[in-house]
């Protein structure tokens, strides 16, 4: 069985680019922006898009993805709405896959058998659980792969070759590699020991690996997407959603054209 | 809920960490591989008597164990009914029970060849042990403290400093105790090469919570052994405080398979219970959850986003509680029970007058259930309750509740 994931992956090979993957956080700064912001991102040049479900304890998060869902969870976002808004997104389309990015707890509350459930039907693609390491896929990652849905896993630094048959066991869609050790948006990859990671780590899967955490620019692009299958960026664009905001925390008419202006020009270095 | 009593309340967990439904690895994959190694090395250092010989050794003559079993006379006179006993973890060095496990893990740090360790630290009882084994040690010491915290707790901020330790605030969220746990986290990502994790309490991902119980399990050996040379027989009942749970865990873990010791837990109910979200109650007011590492009991609200605790005490404002406790608690060998902010207030003034000792707020707790209990249990009726802390740090917090100005 093929999704959404999939065949995009099998489309951009076939056009012989990388693909870009744009992560924000559901409900930042509020809900009609934050809706406003995804629905544009395909067209900015976004090829996968990964939603942020927003949680109080963030721990492999750095501050300005910890800032964007406090920001989403100050303006109500909750579980039910995230899904709803990918609902919206999906009415105009249907073919960018949409991967949810989050944390175990609020999934856990809601009931597992009902989420995926309604995350299928509102139109999600895949998912990617920070607190769920191979050692727990009895939880949520085999549960997903059989409602035919996908379990990104994040591959780090430490996934050395020892560990790496465990961790990609389960794993499908994409592979994640978290290009430095540490949390979002800190530090700036490495890009010599991404390539050779990125190598290394294909010798254990066929998926496409993605590589993220820190990237910020359109040259950090470039270089990336000459190795991996897809270049990941957060932080980045989270932190263009808080640049534009008032002094009291309020969307503006810029917040939305600001991620999507970011978003077009690092599509550019993606694609050249 | 239907369960099967086990034969054992004490082999758990099982080789996935977990305790029941409770406990687990839930952590980022960059940490799997050094918790597994972590893990492996505790288990050799358990299995070598020359870790266990050396520990001992520290535990006597650094940290000044074993701590007495005192009978606490006048507080037995007053209350009328059963006699009271304090296990006086308090006169360990550095004031409180968490000395025990710090020393434990460092010693593990060292045969690992880890030489910068973190920690988190809510009252700042654990962040000043675990400063003061990285002095003994000489090993570099960061300690994350929620920015809240370190404002309540200004004289242990000092200690740390004192030590050697770099103290730095968690700014995020609620700035409190899960805030500190999250950037210590954060940290541990970040330094995988050469950190270590000192972990205060009985919670976080496997191997953690056995780990912190075996090294805390000291104070309930010790019990065991005092009370039966004193009155020949075993304790009628155990009462000790909750935050994450480890004083508590080290003084009923010896006794679980006791089944005549009746085993009390208190957890702070902060400006009560009814109020929802204004007390530290993990167990009372929360329900199973998944967050540090562990699947426990959580204070949080429908949607699965976490509530701070609140609590007089800020070594037990944590919106968990150890996994292990979770399942005691499922199984009812444990009984868990809660005392308001009030209510420790005046057991800490009753100890202070009545038997000259100063308790932390979070032992206050615990003597506040026992005040509520020991008048109804017949005299002979032998009650231990843990004094974890001495109150030196908290006269602040106090005195401004009583209006006294210092």
């Known amino acids: ?272 | 809920m239907n369960v099967k009593t086990p034969n054992s309340f004490r082999t758990g967990p099982d080789e996935n960490g977990l305790f029941g439904i409770y406990g687990g690895r839930f952590v980022a994959e960059t940490l799997m591989p050094l918790i597994l190694e972590l893990e492996q090395a505790y288990k050799d250092a358990k299995a070598d008597r020359s870790f266990q010989a050396e520990l001992d050794d520290f535990l006597e003559h650094y940290v000044g164990r074993p701590s007495p079993l005192y009978f606490a006379e006048r507080m037995t006179e007053h209350l009328g009914g059963a006699k009271i006993y304090f296990k006086r973890d308090e006169l360990n060095h550095t004031g409180a029970h968490k000395i025990n496990n710090v020393m434990g893990q460092i010693l593990l740090a060292r045969r690992m060849g880890k030489k910068r360790i973190i920690a988190e630290t809510g009252a700042g009882q654990h962040g000043v042990a675990t400063a003061t084994a990285c002095a003994r040690f000489g090993l570099e010491c960061i300690v994350y403290m929620g920015e809240v915290d370190m404002e309540r707790q200004k004289p242990n901020v000092f200690r740390m400093k004192l030590l050697g330790a770099k103290v730095v605030p968690a700014k995020s969220g609620s700035r409190t105790l899960k805030d500190a746990l999250n950037e210590a986290l954060r940290d541990w990502v970040a330094n995988v090469e050469d950190t270590f994790y000192c972990i205060g309490t009985v919670a976080g991902p496997h191997p953690y919570p056995e780990m912190v119980r075996d090294f805390q399990s000291v104070i309930g050996r010790e019990t065991k052994e005092q009370m039966l040379k004193r009155e020949g027989r075993l304790p009628d009942s155990l009462v000790a405080a909750i935050g994450g749970g480890s004083n508590a865990m080290g003084l009923f873990h010896p006794f679980l398979d006791d089944k005549e010791v009746e085993i009390i837990g208190v957890e702070a109910a902060g400006l009560g219970l009814r109020t929802k979200t204004k007390h530290a109650a993990s167990i009372a007011g929360g329900r199973p959850g998944v967050l540090h590492g562990n699947r426990t009991y959580l204070l949080m609200d429908d949607d699965g986003q976490i509530i701070e605790g609140h609590s007089i005490s800020a070594g037990l404002d944590y919106p968990g509680i150890g996994p292990e406790h979770a399942w005691l608690h499922d199984m009812k060998r444990v009984e868990y029970v809660s005392a308001t902010d009030k209510e420790a207030l005046e057991a800490f003034q009753l100890c202070c007058r009545l038997e000259g000792i100063i308790p932390a707020l979070e032992p206050s707790h615990a003597l506040a259930h026992v005040m509520k209990i020991a008048p109804q249990r017949p005299k002979d009726h032998l009650m231990v309750m843990n004094m974890c802390g001495r109150g030196d740090k908290d006269i602040f917090t106090v005195a401004e509740i009583l209006g006294a100005k210092l």
């Open chain 1, 1 to 272: 069985m093929t999704t959404r994931i999939d065949r995009r992956f099998a489309a951009l090979k076939q056009e012989g680019r990388a693909a870009l993957v744009t992560f924000v956080t559901a409900g930042d700064p509020d809900y009609e922006t934050s809706l406003k912001i995804i629905t544009g991102l395909p067209k900015a040049g976004a090829d996968v898009i990964e939603i942020g479900m927003p949680f109080t304890d963030p721990m492999a998060d750095g501050p300005a993805i910890q800032a964007a869902g406090l920001r989403a969870l100050a303006a109500g976002q909750t579980m039910k709405k995230t899904l709803k808004l990918i609902k919206e997104f999906r009415k105009a389309d249907q073919d960018t896959p949409i991967v949810l990015m989050g944390y175990y707890n609020p999934i856990y509350v809601y009931g597992v058998p009902k989420f995926l459930k309604d995350a299928k039907a509102a139109g999600a693609d895949g998912f990617i659980i920070v607190d769920l390491p191979p050692e727990e896929d009895g939880e949520f990652c085999i549960p997903a792969l059989e409602a035919g849905m996908n379990f990104i896993r994040l591959a780090t630094p430490t996934t050395d070759d020892h560990r790496a048959p465990t961790v990609f066991r389960n794993t499908s869609g994409f592979v994640y590699y978290v290009s430095v050790l540490g949390i979002t948006g800190t530090k700036a990859p490495d890009l010599k020991s991404v390539k050779a990671n990125v190598n290394r780590l294909r010798k254990h899967t066929p998926l496409p690996i993605c590589v993220g955490f820190g990237v910020k620019s359109a040259e950090q692009a470039r270089a990336i997407a000459k190795d991996a299958d897809g270049v990941v960026v957060g932080s980045a664009l989270v932190s263009a959603v808080e640049k534009s905001l008032t002094k009291a925390g309020k969307p503006t008419s810029k917040t939305a054209k600001a991620v999507h202006a970011l978003v077009a020009e690092i599509a550019q270095g993606v694609r050249s």
